[in-house]
């Protein structure tokens, strides 16, 4: 190696490093998620913008460049978790321009139009920019809880990555009202109202595996069960299913 190609490889060396402190000092992970959720400065359209060689760029690209390496011309950085902040390259892949617009149309997430103040309050359903989901999703979900599959089945079945609480309140009737889906297919069936309630998730069964299984920690229980970590904590302190 001559001395220019040492001095260059050096030079490669360090901004690798300058590169990957940049993104790190930039992020916080979201332990659930594993989301590296971009937390310096987040463009109008929900990405966030990195700073490099003088140029703005999108920060899932550049993540994307740095840990898995070139972006072929033309293509897009998809996220599959539909998480426009985040970073983590484990969560990006590549997609042609109709991959994308195909992702983010089933997902329902489209920039709002430039110049249009405030719009979130305004925007119902689909047209709200931090809506996963389209309105003709939203239907298929609803017509799937009345054909009694529950949020879970959906999810596989739709192949979405949104909470089960999202789906829980859409075949129920809690969401999406503005489609009138009611009457159009029908009312919610009344097993999905109830289910409304979180700790009615629950069986009985359930309450027992969850006591019996306390080398689990809260949050994995409640990632296992469905049901939010407060109502864990009551089973386990026994202030609710008492009767179990
Ligand atoms: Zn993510």
Known sequence: MNKKSILLSE????SVQ?????ISSRV????TTQCWNW?????????????????????H??????????IPEGMFVCHSCDNPKCVN??????????????DK???GRRSPSPGVSHPHTLLKGEAHPKSKIS?????????????????????????LLICDSSIQRIISGKSWKHLQLDEKHGLPLPQNIRKINASAKLTAQSVIEIRASQHLSVKELSHKYGVSPANISCILKRKSWNHI
């Open 105 to 107: 149309t089933r997902k």
């Open 135 to 159: 309105d003709k999703m939203a239907e298929e979900i609803y017509i799937l809880g009345l054909q009694g599959f529950n949020a879970k089945e959906i999810k596989l079945k739709l192949g």
């Open 28 to 31: 916080i992970v979201d332990k």
């Open 89 to 102: 390259p484990e969560h990006l892949w590549l997609g042609s321009h109709y991959e994308n617009e195909i």
């Open 18 to 22: 300058k590169t990957g402190e940049y």
């Open 61 to 70: 690209r550049l993540s994307y460049t740095f840990y898995k390496g070139e």
């Open 39 to 59: 937390v310096k400065s987040i463009g109008n359209d929900g990405y966030g913008k990195a700073k490099r060689k003088g140029k703005t760029i999108r920060a």
């Open 11 to 14: 030079r490669n060396r360090n």
